[in-house]
């Protein structure tokens, strides 16, 4: 079946370590990619989005993804966490499916950063 | 200034019981959806409205019904609540023409009991 998949459900790190969380998808054609996070208690917010043009976009906050078609991954990257980091995060992908738009969403990878 | 807002935040109710959830934006988007996040965290689509007109309607019990008063707002009332009906609700919505890109609200925990 198409879909989004993040095969990190949790990630544990320590401040200042680097950061890495999959995301593949399995759609054909053309894709929107996004990533999403959702901070304790908060609404999701956007961080980072690809259309076309450069593979590595960046977001907010020092965030990262780099799309590469040929394995069909949107991985995010940030060098150095921190503590502030910890949160949920939802990897995303749009497509143009009967008449519309749809977003797809990931199952989300919980990220905890110990300080 | 806030864009996307949900009311309520939190609702608890019993079983067979009939509730809504009201959601506004002050983006001025065309588009507003409903999405359902279970315990898993798992995030899927229910509804969408494009200037009040029902664009994406998934399978989703016909106990679940969308309105639109206006494109800025979208409430859900649900019927004869079960159970399984115990879930977060997002809202969201979308400029024109660019449905990729969505705003989503803080979301509604509802609990079945």
């Known amino acids: 079946a198409q879909s989004v998949s993040q095969h990190n459900h949790h990630v544990i790190l320590s401040e200042a370590a680097s950061l890495e969380l999959g995301c593949n998808y399995s759609y054909g054609g053309t894709v929107n990619l996004f990533w999403y996070v959702q901070y304790p208690g908060q609404h999701l917010q956007l961080l980072l989005k690809y259309f076309s043009g450069d593979p590595l976009v960046k977001g907010i906050k020092g965030f990262e993804a780099e799309f590469i078609k040929s394995k069909f991954s949107f991985n995010l990257r940030k060098p150095s966490v921190q503590w502030s980091d910890t949160a949920e995060y939802f990897c995303?992908?749009?497509?143009?499916?009967?008449?519309?738009?749809?977003?797809?969403f990931g199952s989300g990878t919980r990220l905890l950063v110990r300080p | 200034d806030t864009a996307v807002s949900q009311t309520p935040k939190y609702l608890v109710t019993q079983m067979g019981n009939d509730k809504s959830i009201k959601c506004e934006q002050n983006?001025?988007?065309?588009?507003m959806y409903w999405y359902k996040q279970d315990s898993k965290k798992f995030l899927k689509i229910m509804f969408s409205y494009n200037n009040k007109e029902l664009i994406i309607n998934e399978t989703v019990p016909n106990r679940f019904s969308p309105k639109s008063p206006d494109k800025a707002h979208l409430n859900l009332h649900i019927n004869s609540l079960e159970l399984g009906d115990s879930a977060v609700y997002f809202c969201a919505s979308s400029p024109r023409d660019r449905d990729y890109e969505q705003y989503f609200g803080p979301g509604t925990r509802l609990t079945v009991t």
């Open positions: 995303a992908v749009s497509r143009w499916m009967d008449s519309s738009y749809k977003l797809i």
């Open positions: 983006l001025g988007h065309d588009t």
